[in-house]
């Protein structure tokens, strides 16, 4: 580099780095000054918990994303090291909005067995027992959800009235176009779309 362009460049880095020395720093100069009222982004807390999986498995169902919601689910019994009635019946959901009825019904039924006083669940296996045609089945299962749930949810009992319906006019009628509703835990209602 000859003598003159190396003056040449050094005039014009020095403005950028007698910037940079200064208490604003290259950002405050480039930028303009800094102001009481500009805001810096905020870090990343390395310490803080993540989000909780077994609700975004709920949400991920809810948003009609199936694997992901296994994955979700996935996550969480091992966050909480054990698979509870709550995750099998979020699985059994997920693995419902798949198809995947002899799935769904065998986790469902899991979770009844770990949790039996919890009729979102039962109300969710008589979803799976209506699609898999057992409808005498899923009427008593839904009987068995309306009881625990002493008829509060709206769902459950339409649900009930649905599979009454059915099995009233299972030879001569067809019943309204109306869809059966899983229930979740807490609020909300999933609606598992048809054409599977």
Same mark, same amino acid.
């Given at each position: +580099?000859? /003598?003159?362009?190396?003056?040449?460049?050094?005039?014009?880095?020095?403005?950028?780095?007698?910037?940079?020395?200064?208490?604003?720093?290259?950002?405050?100069? !480039?930028?303009?000054?800094?102001? /009481?009222?500009?805001?810096?982004?905020?870090?990343?807390?390395?310490?803080?918990? %993540?989000?909780?999986?077994?609700?975004?498995?709920?949400?991920?169902?809810?948003?009609?994303?199936?694997?992901?919601?296994?994955?979700?689910?996935? #996550?969480?019994?091992?966050? &909480?090291?054990?698979?509870?009635?709550?995750?099998?019946?979020?699985?059994?959901?997920?693995?419902?909005?798949?198809?995947?009825?002899?799935?769904?019904?065998?986790?469902? #039924? &899991?979770?009844?067995?770990?949790?039996?006083?919890?009729?979102?669940?039962?109300?969710?296996?008589? !979803?799976?027992? +209506?699609?898999?045609?057992?409808?005498?089945?899923? +009427?008593?299962?839904?009987?068995?959800?309306?009881?625990?749930?002493? %008829?509060?949810?709206?769902?459950? &009992?339409?649900?009930?009235?649905?599979?009454?319906?059915?099995?009233?006019?299972?030879?001569?009628?067809?019943?309204?176009?109306?869809?059966?509703?899983?229930?979740? #835990?807490?609020?909300?209602?999933?609606?598992?779309?048809?054409?599977?």
């Amino acid at each position: +580099m000859t /003598p003159s362009l190396r003056r040449i460049s050094a005039a014009l880095l020095l403005p950028f780095v007698l910037a940079a020395c200064s208490s604003g720093g290259l950002g405050a100069s !480039v930028f303009g000054p800094k102001t /009481p009222d500009t805001l810096d982004a905020p870090g990343v807390d390395l310490r803080a918990d %993540g989000a909780d999986n077994l609700e975004t498995g709920h949400r991920l169902v809810a948003a009609g994303q199936y694997e992901l919601a296994i994955r979700s689910f996935n #996550r969480a019994a091992i966050d &909480r090291g054990t698979i509870d009635a709550e995750i099998l019946s979020g699985l059994g959901t997920a693995n419902l909005g798949l198809g995947r009825l002899g799935q769904a019904e065998t986790l469902l #039924r &899991r979770a009844t067995e770990r949790d039996a006083t919890q009729p979102e669940i039962w109300n969710n296996l008589g !979803v799976v027992l +209506m699609e898999r045609g057992k409808n005498a089945d899923a +009427m008593q299962i839904f009987r068995k959800a309306f009881a625990l749930d002493n %008829g509060e949810s709206v769902s459950i &009992r339409d649900n009930l009235r649905l599979a009454l319906e059915k099995s009233e006019n299972s030879g001569t009628a067809t019943v309204n176009n109306e869809e059966f509703k899983l229930v979740r #835990r807490g609020s909300g209602d999933y609606k598992i779309r048809t054409g599977l």
